[in-house]
C-alpha cells in the first residue's frame, strides 16, 4: 500500500514517521526548506518525550511522487483549490483522498439526502474547482485531532492527541476506510471509522469557528477566551449560532455546547493555528472555518447575526495584515 502525503508540515509530518515507523511505504511532497532538510537528514519527530527520525521518500511535486493508493491532504483549506491538480496525479483514477483539511470540505453535500445534494459551496470550494478536479466520490472523510508543529526544518514536534476519525460521505464501513484505519491503528494512532462523519466534522468545527477568530481578532489564548467571562460568552453565542446551523442541516451533536467549551479549556494557553498564522504573516482559514458556516447558514434560512459580525471584522483584520485575499 503506497501512502502519499501532499503538504508534509506539521499533520503531515507527524503522519508520514509514524507511518515509516510502522512500516509503511510513504512518499511526502514538501517545499522549500522543510523538503531540503528531509532529504538531507530524513524527518525528525518529537512526541511523548521520545524523538524518533525516519526516511520517508521526499518529493517536491506530484510527478516525482507518482500515483499512491491513498493521498493523504493537510494543507490550509485555503491552499487545496491551487494544489488540486497536482493532488489528482498523485490520486490517479483509484487512489484515495483522505481529506484531513480544516473545515467544512469540498464533498460536503456529495450524496447527502434533501435539496442540497451534491451542492458545491463557494466559501471553500469558488466554482466548483474542487469538486470537478477531485471527484468526491474518491474522497475519504478524516476529522484531525492531534496537535503539532513544525519547529524547525525537517522536525515536528507532536504536542497532544492520536486520532484521526474517518468516515465515508455515505456512512458506509468501506474496505478503503478499514485499509486506512488499520495503517493509521499500526502507526499508534486512534482511527474510528464513523458512519456519521459530518457530526464529527462539526463536534471540532463547533470550537474552531469560535475560538480561532476571536484569538486572531484579540490575541487571546485558548485558556483566556474560555476563562474570562466576556470571551466566553461571545464564543457561545457563536456556537450556538452554528449548532442552529448543523442542526438545520441534520446533525447530530453527541454533546452540550458548555460541555465542549469546557473541553477546549482543558487544552489551556494554546494559540489557536489562526492566531499563530495571522502572528507569522500567513493565510488564515477563514472561509473554511466561519465563512462556511454563514453561507450555510444563508442556505438553510439560520440567522447568525454574531457570526456575521465576527466574520467581517475577521476579514477586514486579514486583509490589513495582508493573511486574508478575498
Known sequence: MRIGIFGAGAIGGLLAARLMQAGAEVTVVARGPHLAAMQAHGL?????????????????DAEAAGEQDFVVVTLKAHALPGAAPAIARMLGREGTLVTGV??????????????????????VDPGGVLWRT??????????????????EPGVVAHTYSDRF??????GSRSARAETFAQALQSAGFKAPIRPRIRDEIWVKLWGNMAFNPLSALTGATLDRITGRPDLRAAARTMMVEGQQVAEAL??????????RIEGAAEVG???????????????????ALLGAVVELAHLTNVAVPACELVLALLRERGRQSGCYAG
Open 134 to 151: 477531485l471527484p468526491p466520490a474518491q474522497a475519504l472523510g478524516c476529522v484531525v485531532y492531534p496537535a503539532a508543529e513544525v519547529i
Open 44 to 60: 525528525r519527530l518529537i512526541s511523548g518525550g521520545e524523538t524518533i527520525t525516519t526516511h520517508p521518500r521526499c518529493a517536491a
Open 102 to 123: 480544516n473545515g467544512i470540505p469540498y464533498w460536503y453535500f456529495y450524496g447527502a439526502a434533501g435539496p442540497l445534494r451534491d451542492r458545491t459551496l463557494e466559501s
Open 250 to 259: 441534520g446533525v447530530r451533536f453527541p454533546i452540550g455546547v458548555d460541555k
Open 269 to 287: 494557553a494554546h494559540r489557536t493555528s489562526m492566531l499563530q498564522d495571522l502572528e507569522r504573516g500567513r493565510p488564515m482559514e477563514i472561509d
Open 165 to 170: 476519525t474517518l468516515g465515508e460521505p455515505d
